[in-house]
């Protein structure tokens, strides 16, 4: 499907992604893991055509889609739609119809400016949003919104394009964990259910290992590892993030199990009263 071969990203002499390769066969969902400043961002832009390539190829389908321009270049935009650590919605507009803005490059611009949409429309941005569990949130505006809840709109929004590949960066990184849970698992379910694939930056280790199937190591730019979270040992995951042997998972772990842990410790003092 995805053949990602000796991709690179050149910024004057800093160069912040190298001849990354890898293929995709079938939908997966994929886990891009590495330290601040690895070239995951800049991976997924290019990706989605949002930065230029300066060397290698993007295939799907057997398209080249860095040679892609105009319209068929936003088509290729809409196929992989993005998601955003912060969300990007239009705050003061109501859940639904930024859920609707993700089907923006398919109107016209008047029906757009009188958000003059079609019934069908409507109904699917709705039944999305129940699918996503937050139905009942569709005439508020986007900024009453939880940021868990703001985040499963942004999915929404891209649900909406109908995309083949889902493309999210850092998609939890501003959330707490019950939240961060409830959006991974919710991306995961997508996967699983509309066999679409998903590549998400994750900046911690144990995201990755519990929802992905596949797990992209990045350093300096490059791809130092590619493969199972089984296959992801703390050695490897040392190697990953650049440390030495005091490295610790639960530095690159996020809240929630730090949470888990709490809930733990109040379940032991709980037992002990
Ligand atoms: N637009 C840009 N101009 C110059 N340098 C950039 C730009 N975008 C990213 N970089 C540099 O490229 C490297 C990789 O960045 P990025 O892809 O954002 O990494 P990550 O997402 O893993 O934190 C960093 O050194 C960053 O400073
Ligand atoms: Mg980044």
């Given at each position: ?15 912040a992604?190298?001849?990354?390769t890898?293929?995709?066969e ?7 893991i590495g ?11 290019m ?14 389908d ?12 936003r ?5 992989c ?10 705050p003061?507009?109501d ?9 923006l ?21 709705i039944?999305?949003?129940?699918r ?23 999915i929404?929004r ?22 961060a ?6 991306l ?27 797990v ?19 050695g ?7 440390a ?30």
């Amino acid at each position: 499907m995805l053949q990602i071969d000796q991709l690179t990203k050149t910024f004057g002499a800093k160069t912040a992604v190298k001849a990354a390769t890898f293929t995709v066969e079938k939908p997966a969902m994929i886990g891009i893991i590495g330290r601040s400043g690895a070239g995951k961002s800049t991976l997924l832009r290019m990706l989605n055509c949002l930065t230029e390539v300066s060397a290698g190829t993007i295939m799907f389908d057997g398209v080249d889609v860095t040679a892609l321009r105009g319209a068929a270049k936003r088509n290729w935009q809409s196929q992989c739609a993005m998601i955003f650590q912060q969300f990007n919605l239009v705050p003061r507009m109501d859940v639904v119809s930024n859920v609707l803005h993700g089907i923006l490059n398919r109107r016209s611009t008047l029906a757009t400016m009188f958000n003059l949409y079609p019934d069908e429309d409507i109904h699917k941005a709705i039944a999305i949003l129940d699918r996503l569990g937050i139905a009942e949130h569709a005439p508020k505006r986007a900024e009453a919104l939880s940021g868990g809840q703001q985040q499963r709109v942004a999915i929404a929004r891209a649900l909406m394009q109908d995309p083949k590949i889902i493309l999210a960066d850092e998609p939890i990184a501003s959330l707490d964990p019950m939240n961060a849970q409830v959006v991974m698992q919710s991306l995961r379910q997508i996967h699983e259910e509309d066999g679409r694939m998903v590549i998400a930056n994750l900046h911690t280790l144990d995201t990755a290992r519990r929802y992905c199937d596949r797990v992209i190591g990045m350093r300096d730019g490059k791809i130092v590892f590619d493969g199972t979270p089984d296959q992801l040992t703390t050695g490897v995951a040392r190697d990953i993030y650049g440390a030495d042997e005091t490295f610790s998972e639960a530095a690159t772990s996020t809240e929630i199990e730090t949470l888990n842990a709490e809930v733990v410790k109040l379940a032991e003092v709980a037992e002990s009263v």
